[in-house]
């Protein structure tokens, strides 16, 4: 299994909103909806904010939303904050019952 | 509230197998669909899923690393282990355990531990 696709870094200022892609194919993204989100602060380990494709776990911000079209799903942040800088990472449940993580986007709030 | 905490080695040498313990509170890995993953990140480089195993002894493997990984646990503990065989300097980073949340369904990883960073070097 192949490593799924992100962009490796995006950057946006404080109140706009980025969206950061996540790429795979028919035997991973695009087979379920078991696509997960997690964003990860230097040297912490990293916190799920996105499950099921959209839903987010209790805590997280509204600001942080999750959509999938085919093979590709998607995280909006909206609002920008300092507070989310950092690196994100998808995650697909793939059709040989394993699991897969995507290359990471590192996020720059400017 | 849930907890896990890596423990094992900062360094083993080239070719050495790496032995990783995983110990869970809040949950029991006993219970039915609790489900109990490891995850590695290289210094700077992306995460990297390992492999799974599931309270009723389901184990799950990365194709890449299915020949040198073993998932194992001790009920009693309340612990996992992760053994990699066959170490080389490219499997030096940071070792995470993580609970799979989805209690037999594959929503993700809800709960992390703060990993442990293994170097491979003679």
């Known amino acids: 299994q192949s490593t799924l696709t992100q962009p490796a870094s995006l950057s946006g200022s404080p109140g706009q909103s980025i969206t950061i892609s996540c790429t795979g194919t028919n035997s991973d993204v695009g087979a379920y909806n078991f696509v997960s989100w997690y964003h990860q602060s230097p040297g912490k380990a990293p916190k799920l904010i996105i499950y099921?494709?959209?839903d987010r776990p209790s805590g997280v911000s509204n600001r942080f939303s999750g959509s999938k079209s085919g093979n590709t799903a998607s995280l909006t942040i909206s609002g920008l904050q300092a507070e989310d800088e950092g690196d994100y990472s998808c995650n697909s449940y793939t059709t040989s019952r394993t699991w897969v993580f995507g290359g990471g986007t590192k996020l720059t709030v400017l | 509230q849930i907890t896990l905490k890596e423990s094992g080695p900062t360094l083993v040498k080239p070719t050495q197998t790496l032995t990783l313990t995983c110990t869970v509170s809040?949950?029991?890995?006993?219970?039915?669909?609790?489900?109990v993953g490891w995850i590695r990140q290289p210094p700077g480089k992306a995460l990297e899923w390992l492999a799974l195993?599931?309270?009723?002894?389901?184990?799950r493997y990365s194709p890449s690393l299915k020949s040198r990984v073993t998932i194992t646990k001790d009920a009693s503990k309340n612990q996992v282990f992760l053994t990699m065989t066959d170490m080389d300097p490219v499997d030096t980073g940071t070792y995470y355990c993580?609970?799979?949340?989805?209690?037999?369904?594959?929503?993700?990883?809800?709960?992390w531990g703060q990993g442990t960073l293994v170097a491979v070097s003679s």
């Open positions: 993580a609970q799979e949340t989805g209690w037999g369904r594959p929503l993700g990883f809800g709960s």
């Open positions: 809040g949950f029991s890995i006993s219970t039915s669909g609790a489900g």
């Open positions: 195993i599931y309270s009723g002894g389901d184990e």
């Open positions: 099921d494709v959209s």
